[in-house]
């Protein structure tokens, strides 16, 4: 499946067809370059979900949390710091993995051998003219 997003006016409308693409999994893992959007999608998925507080890249923090329109956790990683598998571990992530809360990971690879099984795969590409493209690997 893919999702084209044309500008940012649409960004709400792909981060809705996301949502609705992975049903009830919990873990969306978001890969592309720097600058392909993560966060930025990070943030629209939030405010689809009721979010109402200021999303940010936790690159520095790793995890930050932020509470959807019901009052659930919404966990959001950025790995991109994250050098070895201590590092990993360190940070608990099985505890937030096993949670049932919505978990939105960014860097992914950098923890690729602690990933869920039901992990949702999105690869954000950007085109020529600033477009970005969601391709979905389920």
């Known amino acids: 499946m893919k ?3 044309s500008n940012e006016s649409e960004l709400s409308r792909g981060a809705k ?3 609705c693409a992975i049903g009830e999994r ?6 592309g370059p720097m600058g392909a959007g993560k966060t ?5 998925i939030c405010r689809e979900s009721g979010v109402t507080d200021e999303v940010n890249s ?5 995890i930050n949390e932020y509470r ?6 919404i966990y959001h990683f950025d790995f991109y710091r994250i050098e070895t598998a201590e590092e990993a571990m360190d940070l608990g992530l099985e505890e937030y993995f096993d949670s049932g809360a919505l978990c939105i990971m960014e860097w992914p ?6 990933l869920p099984e039901d992990v949702f795969r999105v690869s954000i590409r950007v085109g020529e003219d600033g ?7 389920d």
């Open 3 to 5: 999702i084209r997003i």
């Open 17 to 19: 067809e996301l949502l």
């Open 26 to 31: 919990r873990h969306i893992a978001l890969d």
């Open 40 to 44: 930025t999608l990070t943030a629209a």
């Open 58 to 62: 936790p690159t520095f923090s790793i």
């Open 68 to 73: 959807d329109g019901a009052g659930n956790p």
């Open 109 to 114: 690879e950098n923890v690729a051998g602690f």
């Open 131 to 137: 477009s970005r493209t969601l391709t979905i690997d």
